[in-house]
Structures are given as C-alpha cells and as structure tokens.
C-alpha cells in the first residue's frame, strides 16, 4: 500500500511556465518532506525539504507547498528551465529514526 | 570527497544465476539503505542497516534476497537464483543517522 502517491506519471511544460508537481500521503506521522531529482543513469539527488510545522519553503526557482490537512505537498518550479526535465520523487518520514518512504515520481520534460 | 560507489554499473544474467550487487558509502555515515526502482513500484526500500546492523529487512522481496554489511565501508546484496522479474535499477544509499540521503549511481540488473 502506497504511503506517498504520485499521481501523475509524466508532465510536459514549456520553457519560461511554472511546473506544478504533486504528492499526497496517506500517514498522518509523517513530519518531513523531500523532494529529489532523477537523471537517466544517476542516482536521485536532494533538492528541498518542508518540516510540518511550516507550509512553505522557497529555494531559488524551487518552492515547496504543504498542506497538513488535505495530506497534500507540491512541488513548483519558476520559470521552469530545459535542465529540469527529470524524474523527481516526492519522500516521507516521520519523527522518529525511520527511512524515507518515496513516490513512485513523476517525468518532467520542459520544452524549448 | 567520493560520494557513494555501487558496482557493478550494469549487470546482465541468465535466470537461475546468482547476482552480488556492492555498494561503498560515503565515510562517516552510519545508516546504509538499499533500495529498488522499477517503473511498476517507484523507489521502493529493500533493507537497512544502521552501524552496520540489519535494522529492517522486511522490504526484502523473499529468501532469494539477501543483503550483509560486514563492515562500515561496504555492503552487498545478493540475489540467488535470480529472476527475469528481478530486473531493476539498484540503488544503495548512506546517510548520518537520519540526515539528507545520499545515493550511489545504481545497478542496472537485467535478468534474461
């Protein structure tokens, strides 16, 4: 049973347009959010975090919604950029020394 | 500073052989994780281990799997006899305690 749900399997966007990537997660323990970013043939690499006591983070182009009660977190980047065009899983944990529990991810492609 | 290093990169096997994957972390981590991509179930964790300890195995798909962590600096998974269905990207991943993941650039198994 999955925990952390990515429901959509691909994306496509132009360059220059806002990217709107989504998660939901069905256990309330969880407390911390992570997004990570795939390219073929490598490993998938940290992009940003939310702790649950905070709604938003904002990193650069990459900013991070959480929504605790509706068990909801996106993932937006602006203006999305050909270089972004990659595999990103969203990831869960709870509070306690437990591993990440990841989505299945979504393929973003942004079009020149 | 080396990041995680997992060998062999590619791996192609006749069904019923046995298969070693190796993962190095990075120095100073003390949790070890092991997971499996495939394009039906995302990133899903096989087992970890913290301080060289088998913490949790239960994502192990069944007795074909096994995995060691002999010491700090290395790990193996082991699959015997394999199966066509155990084609999959491999992932080994460290982190210290349960800081930021970091990944190694994965196995590719291809079981004919």
Known sequence: DQQVKQNSPSLSVQEGRISILNCDYTNSMFDYFLWYKKYPAEGPTFLISISSIKDKNEDGRFTVFLNKSAKHLSLHIVPSQPGDSAVYFCAARDSGNTPLVFGKGTRLSVIA | ?112
């Open chain 2, 1 to 112: 500073d080396a990041g995680v290093i997992q060998s062999p990169r590619h791996e192609v096997t006749e069904m019923g052989q046995e298969v070693t994957l190796r993962c190095k972390p990075i120095s100073g981590h003390n949790s070890l994780f092991w997971y499996r991509q495939t394009m039906m179930r995302g990133l899903e964790l096989l087992i970890y281990f913290n301080n060289n300890v088998p913490i949790d195995d239960s994502g192990m798909p069944e007795d074909r799997f096994s995995a060691k962590m002999p010491n700090a600096s290395f790990s193996t998974l082991k699959i015997q006899p394999s199966e066509p269905r155990d084609s999959a990207v491999y992932f080994c991943a460290s982190s210290r305690n349960t800081g930021e993941l970091f990944f190694g650039e994965g196995s590719r198994l291809t079981v004919l």
